[in-house]
């Protein structure tokens, strides 16, 4: 019987075509909608988890209890030996080190003295080794707004806008005014070879970037790190993949009463990450489910228009002696091979633009360019299993229940009126 | 009659000399801690939780609002100058070249990490002229009789708006204090110890000091040598003294 009806289906367009291309437009709507909104998701975690968090990050197990101080007097120490240990270990992932401080930017005037001041945040990152990873990372080569970037020791980076407040143009002197890992005070001249914008307000305010082995040799930290921050390959924060790690890594590193030894955190354990991945996946979910609902409905109204407009149809079949419930049967097998077809096609169509999507994104960086939260300016989709069936709960649920829904009428048709309405 | 009442005025006397007022035992407090000028160098050990530096530097006091401090050790610090002028601090960085201006709530940051700010270093303030004094009782401390006096600050520009301050009944020198903020929290202790003669004065040569907001063991602020009331050239509390 489905032979039957899948050739009724291809042979008879006018009964098939509106429903299939119906099922089609929605099922790939909502595919790409599910896939972009995954995406949106993707691009802001993976923004903070370029800029602080990192997939997992290593710290001692009393620098996490007050990291939001950046306390480099509780950093991790013998960091070359931890890392040649983590490369072994875990060679799936890119271990970076870094030290975030805080310290206050001195501006001198031509005697040396202070002309102006203000507090700022250091990122202590790799710019001079050659590895490029951390520029990348940081987007610091699109970022430039004046000057370039470091090329030697003793050069720094500044936010375009803490620039402007302490009125210092590339090539000018600076002086940083910070606190050692001992506690001492640690005072140095770096030159300003350019100025930044992030493109997110808390980083735009007031931070600066420096080498890390220059922040090393200012902050006294020979051989320590604040942080170390692991990326998984594809740069996509994998909740199961990072929990692996974590669970090797514990094995690796088991704990102990140690105040300095290391430990791990996966994104969502740090700050109020896994709140925020938790809002925006439900925000997200919410968008979906009634996007779905809407496509649901529209497709529910297909099926019931499919049912009314084959009014005269079901009425002389019947009237040949059809049984009401066999009719109501073919229906569904109908409906079911057109939800089918729909969602196959809808969804080859929204994967393969979604595809475009993740490779090439969409840049809303002109929209937001005044964004005081920490979002990205370029949107990509991404495509998760989820992808390959969420276009089933419109395309396919959705018409067979319409046409059950519509195919109920049948039942109310009386046979004895049958022929005065075909006659009509 | 007579008899009477120069007995009776004797035992007055003899009573008030006991049970001074909380101003009289300020007074006698400043007499010992705080003058006019002071020279002294001292040793900070400073205990973190990961280690144990020592700081040695040689101060200058004139009055209350001027204060010059170079550090001798160790290297990394060797040559740093500071120089405070009432609320305004100057660093002077040998490394840099750079006199480096400080001022408002820097202020009160810790000093190379210990657990002194840079007014409990190079300030000297007399209690009587920013504070009003309570006597709440007495106790022991390491076997010595205490006034216990709760201080409380009659001017805005003082670091702790409060103090409880231990005084040695005998000689009128803070043995242990609390230092609050003006929200009741507690900010720091001070323990002060090897109380000594100095220049016909007592004087604590070793005081503990412990930011209670700060992970670590304290610090030790040990007086090496000290000179009250000598004669400072004028030209060592000038920004040009730091670069020299």
Same mark, same amino acid.
């Given at each position: 019987?489905?032979?039957?009806?899948?050739?009724?289906?291809?042979r008879?367009?006018q009964?098939s075509?509106?429903?299939?291309?119906?099922?089609?437009?929605?099922?790939?709507?909502t595919?790409?909608l599910?896939?972009?909104?995954?995406?949106?998701?993707?691009?802001?975690?993976?923004l903070?988890a370029r800029f602080?968090?990192?997939?997992v990050?290593?710290?001692t197990?009393?620098?996490?209890?007050?990291i939001?101080?950046m306390?480099?007097?509780?950093?991790?120490?013998?960091?070359?030996? @931890? *890392?040649?240990k983590?490369k072994? #270990?875990f060679?799936?992932?890119?271990?970076e080190?870094? %030290?975030h401080? =805080?310290? $206050?930017?001195?501006?001198?005037?031509?005697?040396?003295e202070?002309?102006?001041q203000?507090?700022?945040?250091?990122?202590?990152?790799? @710019? *001079?080794?050659?590895?490029?990873? #951390?520029t990348?990372?940081f987007?610091?080569s699109?970022? %430039?707004?004046r =000057?370039r $970037?470091?090329?030697?020791?003793?050069?720094i980076?500044?936010?375009?806008?803490?620039?402007?407040?302490l009125?210092?143009?590339?090539?000018d002197?600076?002086?940083?005014i910070?606190s050692t890992?001992y506690?001492?005070?640690?005072?140095?001249?770096?030159?300003?070879?350019g100025?930044v914008i992030?493109?997110?307000?808390p980083?735009?305010h007031?931070?600066?970037?420096i080498?890390?082995?220059?922040v090393?040799?200012?902050?006294?930290m020979?051989?320590?790190?604040?942080?170390?921050?692991?990326?998984?390959p594809?740069n996509y924060y994998?909740?199961?993949?990072?929990n692996q790690?974590?669970?090797?890594f514990?094995?690796?590193?088991?704990?102990?009463?140690?105040?300095?030894?290391p430990?791990i955190?996966?994104l969502r354990?740090?700050?109020?990450f896994?709140?925020?991945?938790?809002?925006?996946?439900?925000?997200?979910?919410?968008m979906?489910?009634?996007?779905?609902?809407?496509m649901s409905l529209?497709?529910?109204?297909?099926?019931?228009l499919g049912?009314l407009?084959?009014?005269?149809?079901f009425?002389?079949r019947?009237?040949?002696g059809?049984d009401?419930?066999?009719?109501?049967?073919?229906m569904i097998y109908?409906?079911?091979?057109?939800?089918?077809?729909?969602?196959?096609?809808?969804?080859?169509?929204?994967l393969?633009?979604?595809l475009?999507m993740?490779?090439?994104?969409?840049?809303?960086?002109?929209?937001m360019?005044?964004?005081?939260?920490?979002?990205?300016?370029v949107?990509?989709a991404?495509?998760?299993?989820?992808?390959?069936?969420?276009?089933?709960?419109?395309g396919l649920?959705?018409?067979?229940?319409?046409?059950?829904?519509s195919?109920?009428?049948i039942?109310?048709?009386?046979?004895?009126?049958?022929f005065?309405e075909?006659?009509a | 009659m007579?008899?009477?009442?120069?007995?009776a005025l004797?035992?007055?006397?003899?009573?008030?000399?006991?049970?001074?007022s909380?101003?009289?035992?300020?007074?006698?407090?400043?007499k010992?801690?705080?003058?006019d000028?002071?020279?002294?160098t001292?040793?900070?050990?400073?205990?973190?939780?990961?280690?144990?530096r020592t700081?040695e530097?040689?101060?200058?006091?004139?009055?209350?609002?001027?204060?010059?401090?170079?550090?001798?050790s160790?290297?990394?610090e060797?040559?740093?100058k500071?120089l405070?002028?009432?609320?305004q601090?100057?660093?002077f960085s040998?490394?840099?070249?750079?006199?480096?201006q400080i001022?408002?709530?820097?202020?009160?940051?810790?000093v190379m990490?210990?657990?002194?700010?840079y007014?409990?270093m190079m300030?000297d303030p007399?209690l009587l002229?920013?504070?009003?004094?309570?006597?709440?009782?007495?106790?022991?401390?390491?076997?010595?009789?205490?006034?216990v006096?709760?201080?409380?600050?009659?001017?805005?520009?003082?670091a702790?708006?409060?103090?409880k301050?231990?005084?040695?009944?005998?000689?009128?020198i803070?043995?242990?204090?609390?230092l609050?903020?003006?929200?009741?929290v507690?900010?720091?202790?001070?323990?002060?110890?090897?109380?000594?003669?100095?220049?016909g004065?007592?004087?604590?040569?070793?005081i503990?000091?412990k930011?209670?907001?700060?992970?670590?063991?304290?610090?030790?602020?040990?007086?090496?040598?000290?000179?009250?009331?000598?004669?400072?050239?004028e030209y060592i509390?000038?920004?040009?003294s730091l670069k020299?």
């Amino acid at each position: 019987m489905i032979r039957f009806l899948l050739k009724g289906i291809l042979r008879d367009k006018q009964r098939s075509l509106l429903p299939v291309i119906v099922v089609t437009i929605g099922v790939f709507l909502t595919v790409v909608l599910y896939c972009w909104l995954t995406g949106i998701l993707n691009d802001t975690v993976e923004l903070s988890a370029r800029f602080s968090a990192g997939h997992v990050k290593i710290t001692t197990a009393e620098y996490e209890k007050n990291i939001n101080q950046m306390p480099n007097d509780l950093a991790l120490t013998g960091v070359d030996t @931890l *890392l040649k240990k983590l490369k072994n #270990e875990f060679p799936e992932i890119k271990w970076e080190q870094r %030290i975030h401080f =805080g310290g $206050l930017i001195d501006v001198p005037d031509s005697s040396g003295e202070t002309r102006s001041q203000g507090p700022a945040i250091g990122f202590g990152i790799d @710019l *001079l080794s050659g590895d490029k990873s #951390e520029t990348d990372r940081f987007n610091l080569s699109k970022s %430039i707004h004046r =000057g370039r $970037l470091p090329a030697r020791p003793g050069e720094i980076l500044m936010s375009e806008e803490f620039s402007q407040k302490l009125k210092v143009n590339p090539g000018d002197t600076v002086t940083l005014i910070g606190s050692t890992m001992y506690g001492s005070m640690a005072i140095f001249n770096y030159t300003l070879s350019g100025t930044v914008i992030f493109g997110t307000g808390p980083m735009d305010h007031g931070s600066v970037v420096i080498d890390l082995e220059d922040v090393r040799n200012a902050l006294d930290m020979s051989n320590a790190a604040g942080e170390i921050v692991g990326y998984l390959p594809d740069n996509y924060y994998d909740e199961e993949k990072v929990n692996q790690i974590v669970l090797r890594f514990n094995k690796l590193f088991p704990k102990s009463e140690d105040k300095y030894a290391p430990v791990i955190m996966t994104l969502r354990q740090q700050n109020e990450f896994g709140k925020m991945i938790d809002q925006i996946k439900h925000i997200g979910g919410v968008m979906v489910i009634i996007f779905v609902f809407s496509m649901s409905l529209v497709l529910w109204n297909a099926g019931l228009l499919g049912g009314l407009r084959r009014y005269i149809e079901f009425g002389t079949r019947l009237a040949i002696g059809e049984d009401y419930s066999h009719i109501y049967k073919t229906m569904i097998y109908e409906s079911v091979l057109i939800g089918i077809i729909g969602t196959i096609s809808g969804s080859a169509i929204g994967l393969s633009i979604a595809l475009y999507m993740q490779q090439h994104g969409i840049d809303l960086g002109s929209i937001m360019k005044d964004a005081t939260i920490m979002m990205p300016a370029v949107f990509h989709a991404r495509i998760t299993s989820a992808a390959f069936f969420i276009g089933f709960i419109p395309g396919l649920i959705s018409t067979v229940v319409g046409t059950a829904l519509s195919g109920i009428g049948i039942y109310k048709r009386k046979t004895a009126q049958l022929f005065k309405e075909l006659e009509a | 009659m007579k008899s009477i009442i120069i007995p009776a005025l004797l035992l007055c006397v003899s009573l008030n000399a006991q049970n001074p007022s909380a101003k009289e035992i300020i007074e006698k407090v400043d007499k010992n801690m705080s003058a006019d000028s002071r020279v002294f160098t001292s040793k900070m050990i400073i205990h973190n939780p990961r280690n144990t530096r020592t700081v040695e530097s040689k101060s200058w006091n004139m009055g209350e609002k001027r204060a010059y401090t170079e550090y001798l050790s160790p290297p990394r610090e060797q040559g740093t100058k500071m120089l405070k002028l009432e609320d305004q601090l100057w660093i002077f960085s040998p490394e840099t070249d750079r006199i480096i201006q400080i001022s408002g709530h820097m202020l009160r940051q810790s000093v190379m990490g210990s657990d002194l700010s840079y007014e409990d270093m190079m300030e000297d303030p007399h209690l009587l002229n920013h504070y009003t004094g309570q006597i709440d009782g007495k106790e022991k401390i390491s076997d010595r009789d205490c006034w216990v006096i709760t201080l409380t600050a009659n001017t805005p520009d003082v670091a702790y708006q409060t103090q409880k301050v231990w005084v040695d009944k005998d000689r009128f020198i803070p043995l242990k204090k609390e230092l609050y903020a003006k929200s009741g929290v507690l900010l720091k202790r001070m323990v002060l110890s090897d109380i000594k003669q100095i220049q016909g004065r007592w004087f604590p040569e070793k005081i503990l000091f412990k930011d209670v907001l700060k992970e670590g063991d304290g610090t030790e602020f040990q007086i090496e040598e000290i000179n009250f009331n000598v004669p400072i050239p004028e030209y060592i509390f000038s920004k040009a003294s730091l670069k020299k």
